[in-house]
């Protein structure tokens, strides 16, 4: 038997929920599952990512609880795996996601609509046609402020910059790394992507990094299409195009 009460703690696992049809089965969701909209608002939040309220959890009595290495603290996992059934992913490429979406499917009961969109995802991302990686522009992405924080190597959002075709201006650096206005400036990127999420980027940013890369492309992008490796990435590949297009790229 599938499970009944689903509580998922990851916000794009929380939207595939939805768009595979087992919305009727989740039960429990965090303040931060924002999509779609007008059904979210309709689950109990049991907190944030990071910041679970557990009595919410035990009251809800679920039968299995979605997480993310990344996205939920290691403390408050192992904590809800000693009671529950916790599938915990780990997701830096679009193969992880893909394989993600493909095994949730498989877990709630949706395998055909988990692989249709699977293959689907698939597809679309090998029509992105780009160039060389050695011509490709350099992109620095970031997304935190005080300090400086930009997406480096081995994350999720590094793997999708490089499917659209742009190099990673701190490719040399892993995770998630805090940056001095020293390592801005001599980074010198073609491109400037200022993530919605996590960080409220503003004018007053662009205008900042504007003094410390005065000749680069500063933007600000949609994050959840950079970082969500759930169904939201129906979206991605368009939006990719769109800014390469911007940016004056085939």
Known sequence: MHPQRIISLVPSQTELLFDLG?????????????????????KTVVGGT?????????????????????????????????LYPVHVTDITTLEDALAMIRTVGGLVGASEKANGLAEVLAADFRKLSVAAAETAPRVAYFIWR???????????????????????????????????EADIRAARPDAVFLSSEPYPFGEKHRA????????AE?????????????????????????????????
């Open 218 to 250: 500063i933007l600000l992008v949609d994050g959840e299409l950079f970082s969500w490796y759930g169904s939201r990435l129906r979206h991605s590949v368009a939006y990719f195009q769109e800014l390469r297009h911007r940016l004056g790229l085939p």
């Open 22 to 42: 087992v919305e009727d089965r989740l039960v429990g969701l965090t303040k931060f599952c924002i999509h779609p909209a007008d059904k979210v608002k309709l």
């Open 50 to 82: 990071k910041t679970l309220h557990m009595d919410r959890i035990h009251a809800l009595r679920p039968d299995l609880i979605l997480a993310n290495k990344e996205e939920n603290t290691r403390e408050e996992i192992e904590e809800l795996q000693r």
């Open 208 to 215: 900042e990094l504007r003094a410390l890369c005065p000749e």
């Open 146 to 180: 005080k300090p400086w924080m930009a997406a480096a190597a081995d994350t999720f959002i590094d793997h999708l910059l490089r499917a659209a075709g742009f190099r990673n201006a701190f490719a040399g650096q892993s995770r998630y790394p805090e940056l001095t």
